[in-house]
């Protein structure tokens, strides 16, 4: 997925707008996952702008969690 297009206002009446606000940043706990998120939100939208992990990320971790089963304890013995 491509990155929007960056636009630049060069009129001289373009100064005279009001400053935009900034992003918001916040840390979030993926309730899926249980992973730690970075998320920068756009304030008007409430888009999420970026975030670390990457969505994609974190959905593997959940489909990991979800379908390992828990260590029992038991010792695995390999043979040929």
């Not at 706990?29 to 920068?40: C, M």
């Amino acid at each position: 997925m491509l990155d929007p297009a960056v636009s630049i206002d060069v009129r001289p009446q373009a100064g005279d707008a009001k400053p935009t606000e900034p992003d918001r940043r916040a840390y979030v706990r993926d309730r899926d996952s249980a992973a730690l998120v970075f998320r920068v939100t756009d304030p008007k939208t409430g888009d999420v702008v970026m975030q670390i992990p990457d969505e994609v990320v974190l959905r593997a971790r959940a489909y990991a969690r979800e379908n390992t089963t828990a260590f029992s304890g038991e010792r695995l013995v390999k043979t040929a």
